[in-house]
């Protein structure tokens, strides 16, 4: 099986007053193809495991390897541009920037690495369409719901077509109905040579993945994998 990413002894402490050990020696392989589920109480570290993966934050010690490619995490501009292109992100909200519409929040990532602003263009509009967001492509983000940003967070999330898509509880602010929608998005959105990882406390949606995670004190113990 191919292992995509590969986490190897991470750890990371913060020292304030007091150090806390949020990630405690943590080694796994995240496969492509699969979907992941992190569960665990509120400030067990999933979102420090989510910001150490996307590369946005870095480890105290360990490492971590994309695609059999060691992340360095002192190279900020190499790391930029691992993520920009390879990485999905999706937060609980505020996803999109404000003084953009629907349109440029979603077609900007790929101009970014492309610099084709029509072909960025057509790209973003046909992913638009697949989440059934047309109508609202000249809308700012403080013209859409909260159901509709996360759908467009999502087609931003998918632009450059990323082999890894990590999502912080992308569902956290929204209604049963929304939430469900956008879970249902998300699980299609899986293909052979992606990783899906998502943090949720909503233990129906984690039971979907095929890999489920429970972080506790600092660990990582799978609960449940379908392969
Ligand atoms: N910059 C920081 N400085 C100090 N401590 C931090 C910092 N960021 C996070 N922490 C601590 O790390 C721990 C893990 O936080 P994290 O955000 O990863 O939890 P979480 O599992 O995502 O929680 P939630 O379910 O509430 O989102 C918490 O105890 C938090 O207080
Ligand atoms: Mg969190």
Do not use: W
Request: aromatic share 6%; with cysteine.
């Amino acid at each position: 099986m191919n292992n995509y990413i590969k986490i190897k002894n991470l750890t990371k402490k913060y020292e304030k007053n007091r150090s806390i050990k949020v990630l405690n020696d943590i080694s796994f392989n995240f496969v492509s193809g699969k979907t992941y589920s992190i569960m665990g109480p509120s400030g067990s570290g999933k979102s420090t495991l989510l910001n150490m993966l996307s590369l946005i934050d870095v480890p105290t010690a360990g490492s971590i390897e994309i695609n059999s490619h060691k992340i360095k995490s002192n190279n900020k501009s190499e790391n930029d541009l691992i993520r920009a292109k390879k990485v999905g992100i999706i937060y609980q909200d505020k996803n999109l920037l404000s003084d953009f519409n629907a349109l440029e929040n979603v077609y900007l990532p790929n101009l970014l690495i492309s610099n084709e602003k029509q072909k960025s263009i057509e790209s973003a509009k046909k992913l638009i369409k697949t989440i059934g967001m047309s109508a609202r492509i000249n809308h700012f983000p403080n013209e859409l719901s909260g159901g509709e940003n996360q759908r467009i967070a999502i087609a931003r999330a998918l632009i450059n077509d990323p082999e890894i898509i990590l999502a912080d509880e992308p569902t956290g602010s929204l209604d049963a109905n929304n939430a469900k929608l956008i879970f249902n998005i998300l699980f299609n959105l899986k293909n052979p040579k992606r990783i899906i990882i998502f943090a949720t406390h909503n233990r129906y949606f984690a039971n979907m993945a095929d890999c489920k995670i429970l972080m506790n004190n600092g660990n990582m113990q799978v609960t449940d994998a379908s392969f």
